[in-house]
């Protein structure tokens, strides 16, 4: 008799509905080689008890993991994942900044929004300085062959550069603010997690209240100057930050140093090695 295997309890409170928990945890699982191409998935009455759901609802996180050709049915036989090619390592991009820029290089952009307007008290702490000085706000989606991967919203100050609708959609807003004559020295970021909201749903091609990483980034020059606001929400399925730690140091005690990588799913855009603890990448 096989055994329900120990998986994550689909969460109620969530407003996710449940039929996309199953797919994301499906999907994770997918992703993790747990399925090894061809092999058959569990029937649906097992995955069903296994998950605490109805066949119905399972049949509907199936369908999504089916749309995505990420798995194969078969009226008879059962499920079947389908045989997929993992992406090409690729040898490594050198420097944080270089990679933001190598990752913008490899995807398209479309440009949603483009505005010049007086800095709100919060974009204004982040860029410090005065609210109601003029930035430049652009809204934008970063897609690959996959499909959409980001929504970024970036705010850079009048004082800093000006771009125009069509650079912004055919070069990386990094490479532009250099090009600016902005001599760029590093990044600050935090990554977080947070629900899609109907209108950032649609554009990423998700389900609302579906999961997205949270990133926010404060670009600075040289003289410390920050020159760009970035906040953007990425698909943790074709956006991944993959995290590489050396001990450091002969105080004790020793720190953790991170060697970072962001991997998009699609292709195989890869980071290299940075020298900043805690330090993170992205595509710009």
């Given at each position: 008799m096989t055994s329900i295997r120990p998986v994550p309890t689909v969460a109620t409170p969530l407003p996710v509905p449940r039929y996309h928990q199953i797919y994301l945890l499906l999907r994770e699982r997918l992703a993790a080689g747990e399925f090894s191409g061809g092999a058959?998935?569990?029937?649906?009455?097992?995955?069903?008890?296994?998950?605490?759901?109805?066949?119905?609802?399972?049949?509907?996180?199936?369908?999504?993991?089916?749309?995505?050709?990420?798995?194969?049915?078969?009226r008879g036989r059962g499920t079947f994942a389908r045989p997929g090619d993992a992406p090409p390592a690729g040898p490594p991009l050198l420097g944080l900044l270089e990679n933001l820029v190598a990752m913008g290089l490899?995807?398209?952009?479309?440009?949603?929004?483009?505005?010049?307007?007086?800095?709100?008290?919060?974009?204004?702490?982040g860029l410090r300085i005065a609210p109601g000085e003029m930035v430049q706000r652009a809204v934008r989606i970063r897609s690959h062959r996959g499909g959409p991967v980001s929504h970024l919203t970036t705010y850079v100050p009048l004082a800093v550069a000006?771009?125009?609708?069509?650079?912004?959609?055919?070069?990386?807003?990094?490479?532009?603010?250099?090009?600016?004559?902005?001599?760029?020295?590093?990044?600050?970021?935090?990554?977080?997690?947070?629900?899609?909201?109907?209108s950032i749903a649609a554009l990423l091609d998700v389900e609302v209240g579906a999961p997205l990483l949270a990133v926010t980034r404060v670009v600075h020059d040289h003289a410390g100057r920050r020159v760009q606001l970035l906040r953007g929400l990425y698909r943790p399925d074709r956006y991944q930050y993959r995290m590489q730690l050396s001990r450091r140091g002969d105080d004790v005690p020793r720190i953790w140093v991170s060697n970072d990588a962001i991997h998009t799913t699609s292709t195989s855009v890869?980071?290299?090695?940075?020298?900043?603890?805690?330090?993170?990448?992205?595509?710009?």
């Open positions: 058959a998935l569990p029937g649906e009455l097992h995955l069903a008890r296994e998950y605490r759901v109805s066949r119905v609802t399972l049949r509907a996180a199936l369908n999504l993991l089916v749309q995505e050709k990420l798995i194969l049915r078969q490899k995807t398209s952009v479309r440009v949603l929004a483009l505005s010049n307007m007086p800095a709100s008290p919060d974009v204004a702490e000006k771009f125009r609708r069509r650079v912004l959609a055919a070069k990386p807003m990094l490479q532009l603010l250099e090009e600016s004559g902005v001599k760029v020295a590093g990044a600050e970021q935090t990554v977080s997690a947070k629900l899609a909201e109907p890869r980071a290299g090695r940075g020298h900043r603890p805690a330090s993170s990448q992205g595509g710009p």
